[in-house]
């Protein structure tokens, strides 16, 4: 169609043009009424005088698509100072039926449950919109800022054979008659392209069969992975995450502007250097703060994290804080050990506002120590023979990590319930739409 979006209407104050979208709301008042248009930028507010023309809009449901060409006046009350006078009107799709809920409304007057039912309409709002450009944004600084640095994206199977984690919950399906599962991770090819291009990184859907029903949980989500050789430790990929998280933060701030402000949505300003303490470190912090005995525990609780989240807000300033060096027997098998604290590793936790966001670390590279790692752990290397054959051919010292897309997404928007920030979620109980 020939048309402008509605963000654009400032600039053609004074000229003829055409919008179409959706009928977002309609006020009649005595001697005039407001038609206010929405389109995927922005909303218009239309002035209709036209006695005929209002009856015929009064009677259309609300998210009804019209065709409105008309003059663009100048109007400093006007939302963003214009509005069209003297319009001409289509209707392109007349809706069946009103939505479920009022969309014009600061936020939808329904319970979430209710509001997933009907995604297809409560995605259309305003705020919603907002979420998952802010996700779309986020997303184009990964890709920019590791494109930047030399790194190729891949696309690694979601059909795999055997569970990435070695044991963790998987989804099991009939591929051809043959037992298959849907992917966790793309950890395992991830490595194996560090072979053929050292640097790489993916955006993808991950699937992870555990019975939570949580506000952080999700049984599909997006990951953002990323993968590089010829590190020295983990603290080469810490940077390299530090990196690429300001990378998106900028990219959000460049996207959208003023956008943020008008939800509430509070980015963050990740430091230069991102504060780190060792996992036995965090610990002792807590038990003396708290008093709570972890002798034995090899994880912490997500009560341990908020109590971290805010210690690092409070004495270094910062909405992230990595901590380092957990326990091997928490970490999979591909994570190398710390040669100093052999029982502990070279891997990290980015918790962001109190909450684990990013797992990552470095990863063993030698032939014989994965064969050792896999007979520690009882795990037959003959599954793996294709995994495995990567570093019989040599590997070099590598890493990496990889982003929950909605847990940081419903972290900077202040969302408990990571189901808000995704698109049709996937969890126990909800399989459509």
Excluded: C
Aim: no cysteine; glycine share 6%; charged share 20%.
């Amino acid at each position: 169609m020939e048309r402008i979006w509605s963000s654009a209407l400032p600039e053609h104050a004074g000229e003829s043009v055409s919008l179409a979208g959706w009928i977002h709301r309609f006020r009649q008042l005595s001697g005039v009424s407001f038609l206010i248009l929405r389109d995927a930028k922005e909303l218009a507010q239309i002035v209709i005088e036209d006695p005929a023309l209002v009856a015929e809009i009064a009677r259309l449901p609300l998210e009804t698509v019209i065709a409105v060409t008309g003059d663009v006046i100048a109007v400093e009350q006007a939302p963003n100072g214009v509005e069209i006078h003297d319009p001409r009107i289509e209707v392109i799709s007349e809706a069946a039926a009103p939505p479920p809920f009022d969309l014009f409304r600061p936020k939808i007057q329904a319970q979430l449950p209710t509001q997933l039912d009907h995604a297809p309409v409560a995605l259309r709002h305003v705020r919603s919109r907002a979420l998952a450009r802010l996700s779309a944004a986020l997303v184009a600084g990964f890709r920019s800022t590791l494109t930047e640095l030399d790194f190729t994206e891949i696309h690694t199977p979601k059909i795999v054979a055997a569970a990435t984690e070695r044991g963790a919950n998987v989804f099991a399906i009939d591929y051809f008659g043959r037992p298959a599962f849907l992917a966790q991770s793309p950890q395992l090819y991830k490595q194996i392209m560090v072979g053929v291009f050292e640097r790489v990184f993916e955006v993808g859907p991950v699937f992870r069969a555990e019975p939570h029903d949580t506000p952080r949980h999700l049984n599909e989500y997006v990951s953002l992975d990323a993968e590089m050789g010829f590190i020295i430790d983990h603290t080469t990929v810490m940077s390299l995450l530090t990196t690429v998280i300001r990378g998106m933060i900028g990219s959000a701030q460049a996207w959208l502007g003023s956008l943020p402000d008008q939800f509430g949505i509070m980015l963050p300003e990740p430091p230069a250097v991102i504060p780190a303490v060792h996992f036995t470190e965090a610990q002792a912090m807590i038990t003396q703060a708290t008093g709570e005995d972890l002798t034995g525990e090899y994880d912490l609780a997500p009560s341990h994290e908020r109590w971290l989240g805010e210690w690092a807000r409070r004495a270094r300033d910062s909405d992230f804080l990595f901590v380092t060096g957990y326990p091997r027997l928490k970490r999979p098998f591909y994570t190398h050990p710390d040669p100093a604290r052999p029982d502990y590793t070279n891997g990290f936790d980015l918790l962001f506002r109190g909450l684990e966001l990013i797992t990552g670390g470095q990863r063993l590279h030698r032939y014989g120590d994965y064969l050792a790692a896999l007979h520690e752990r009882g795990f037959d290397p003959e599954p793996l023979a294709w995994y495995l054959e990567a570093f019989r051919n040599g590997m070099p010292p590598h890493g990496g990590f990889a982003i929950g897309l909605e847990r940081f997404v419903s972290r900077i928007a202040g969302i408990e319930n990571v189901r808000e920030v995704t698109l049709f979620p996937r969890d126990l109980n909800r399989l459509v739409p």
